[in-house]
């Protein structure tokens, strides 16, 4: 089975512009989660989506915004970037109700310059 | 609400040593825990979960952690460390509402030959 896809892995983007970011679960899988990584705060979660509803939403402003599709599959969107938005982005998919065992893909590089 | 800790952002062990991370979680409820590994430039890798079966729970790689409800802790330990075990380890704890991780500052393993 082919595992959590995301694209693109790179990007490069100026203050001010928005951007989206694309999650493929794993084949079958209905749950998917997205999170942010940065050294100093970590991994914290910015939302998940089951059956194409938003079921919980992190503490993060109204610039991030997320939805899913029919065939599950993610996109995530920053609009207004800030510096401060210059993380890895991680999606994680899930086959359960309830996301208890999340598989993470290899993540999108959003530098903010 | 749910929280977890990992005492030490830096264990160093040499070749063949005993590795031991250390995570304490808080949960008012029976709390669901993972232990997940970060490679450079790569997105996390599950090693193992507790779901409330046997308390010690074995994972890939050698690694295995014991749920210890009196301590509130969730260690992982590996009898003999490998090189090729170098990485940034996370623990989690599901939250409540089982949608979302709650993840640890993690703890970066260093092994020396």
């Known amino acids: 089975k082919a595992g959590v896809t995301q694209t693109p892995r790179y990007l490069i983007k100026t203050r001010g512009q928005q951007v989206t970011l694309s999650c493929s679960p794993i084949s079958g899988h209905r749950s998917v989660s997205w999170y942010q990584q940065t050294p100093g705060q970590g991994l914290q979660f910015l939302f998940e989506y089951f059956s194409e509803t938003q079921r919980n939403k992190g503490n993060f402003p109204g610039r991030f915004s997320g939805r899913q599709f029919s065939n599950s599959r993610s996109e995530m969107n920053v609009s207004t970037l800030e510096l401060g938005d210059s993380a890895l982005y991680l999606c994680?998919?899930?086959?359960?109700?309830?996301?208890?065992?999340?598989?993470f893909g290899p993540g999108t590089r959003l530098t903010v310059t | 609400a749910q929280s977890v800790t990992q005492l030490g952002s830096h264990v160093s062990v040499s070749e063949g040593a005993l590795v031991l991370l250390r995570c304490n979680y808080s949960s008012s409820v029976p709390p669901y825990l993972f232990w997940y590994v970060q490679y450079p430039n790569q997105g996390l890798q599950l090693l193992l979960k507790y779901t409330s079966a046997a308390t010690l729970v074995k994972g890939i790689n050698g690694f295995e952690a014991e749920f210890k409800k009196s301590e509130t802790s969730f260690h992982l330990t590996k009898p003999s460390a490998h090189m090729s075990d170098a990485a940034e380890y996370f623990c989690a704890v599901l939250n409540q509402a089982g949608t979302a991780l709650i993840f640890g500052k993690g703890t970066t393993l260093s092994v020396s030959s």
């Open positions: 994680a998919s899930s086959s359960a109700g309830n996301s208890y065992e999340q598989y």
